[in-house]
Every structure is written in C-alpha cells, then in structure tokens.
C-alpha cells in the first residue's frame, strides 16, 4: 500500500535551534518527494520538491534530503525562527507528472518555535 | 500574478444541506486539483480538473463532485452534508507537471 509516514507529529523547539522532520514513504513507481510548510489557517506552500536523483535541496534556511534507496527524506531547519512555526506536509507523487491522482500526502510535523 | 484565490472563506451548514465553493486559478493555470484536509486524515485529494474535464477522482462518495469553466475556474459541490464533511477544503492549481499553487482554503462547518 502507497504511504507516506512523517514524524514526530509535533515538535517544540526554541528559537535559534535546528531541527529535522522524517518522512519516511512506500509510494512505488517514485516520481518525485515535495516538501511544504502550511502556516494555520492557510494553504500549503511549496519548499522544495526533488526527483529519484537528487539527494540534497536548499530552500534558505530549509534543506531536504533524499535517499530514494531507503526512501526515505528529510527536512532540516537551520536556526530557526517564530516564523517557522507551521505543519510541515511530505508529498510523494507515484507517477510521472499530469494527473494528481498519485499524490500521497502525510499528515505532517506541527512545529512550534517558541522564543 | 495573483494567487490561487477561494471563496467563500468561511461556512457554516446544516446537516442536509448542500454548498458550493469557488476557486479562482492563477492566471494560465489549466488545472485546478481539490483537497479536503482534516487534523485526523489531514490533506486528501478530491479531484483535479483540466480543460474543463475530470482528469481524476479521489476516493470520495458521489456527494461530492465539481465542474470546471472555460475560463479556468472551479466549483466543486458537497450535496447532502454530513458532520463528517467538516474540513478546509482547499483547490490548487498548477501550469506544469510538478508544481502547484494552493489557495488559502474554505472553512467548512457542518452543524
């Protein structure tokens, strides 16, 4: 079954710390993993998305990672601020672009950066 | 280029009822995708329109369907409201294969 399993669910970090969420997937044929942040009450915006051969995106402050063998990812936050406070949504598509039928999405990391 | 726009933000149902919500694309986009997020499922996709046709469809009940206009725009409409249907329904459209653009989502509140 087609998954996409993220945590820790919720995580509370001070401001200046880093941190890393885990997105850990299932989805096969890969096509490609995206990272969104999700601010309350908002929609979802994209950070970055990667393909099976890319191993290391940077955003600013945020760097995901991919190992397409383990498939696994994760997104790293490098000292961060009270604006970083969100849920952090992991997307893998199944397919090989157009429909968007084969997205999987997790349930997400609830950050919260307290001062 | 504005944004993925949604109207009307907030909405209060009854049970029984039926709503209709819009979604204005970015300006080119062809293809308008909805979701429906709750804190239990979290984001799960509806159906995506592009050209005016059903490209694909979610595993929703058949109280649930939308339609695309010439000019881009989506509806989608949720018939005989359940309290399960509360959520924020959000539309997303995209212009290429991989990326796209969420708007600020619908609040839904069936009572």
């Known amino acids: 079954k087609n998954q996409v399993e993220q945590s820790p669910q919720s995580l509370i970090i001070l401001e200046g710390k880093n941190c890393t969420l885990q997105?850990?997937?299932?989805?096969?044929?890969?096509?490609?993993l995206r990272w969104y942040k999700q601010d309350t009450g908002r929609g979802p915006v994209s950070l970055t998305i990667?393909?099976?051969?890319?191993n290391t995106k940077s955003n600013g402050r945020y760097t995901a990672t991919l190992d397409a063998d383990t498939k696994q990812s994760s997104l790293h936050i490098t000292a961060s601020q009270l604006s970083d406070s969100a849920s952090y949504i992991c997307?893998?598509?199944?397919?090989?672009?157009?429909?968007?039928?084969?997205?999987?999405f997790g349930k997400g990391t609830k950050l919260s950066v307290k001062p | 280029k504005a944004g993925v726009t949604q109207t009307p933000r907030y909405l209060i149902k009854t049970r029984g009822q039926q709503v209709t919500l819009s979604c204005s694309p970015i300006?080119?986009?062809?293809?308008v995708s909805w979701y429906q997020q709750t804190p239990g499922q979290g984001l799960q996709f509806l159906f995506e329109?592009?050209?005016?046709?059903?490209?694909n469809k979610g595993n929703f009940p058949g109280r649930f369907s939308g339609r695309q206009f010439s000019n881009s725009r989506s509806e989608m409409n949720v018939s005989t409201l359940e309290l399960g249907d509360s959520a924020l329904y959000l539309c997303?459209?995209?212009?290429?294969?991989?990326?796209?653009?969420f708007g600020p989502g619908t609040r839904l509140t069936v009572t």
């Open positions: 997303a459209s995209k212009e290429t294969d991989y990326e796209q653009y």
């Open positions: 997105c850990n997937y299932t989805v096969s044929p890969f096509s490609n």
């Open positions: 990667m393909t099976f051969s890319e």
């Open positions: 997307v893998v598509s199944g397919n090989y672009g157009g429909s968007q039928g084969n997205l999987i």
């Open positions: 300006s080119g986009h062809r293809s």
């Open positions: 329109y592009f050209s005016e046709t059903q490209r």
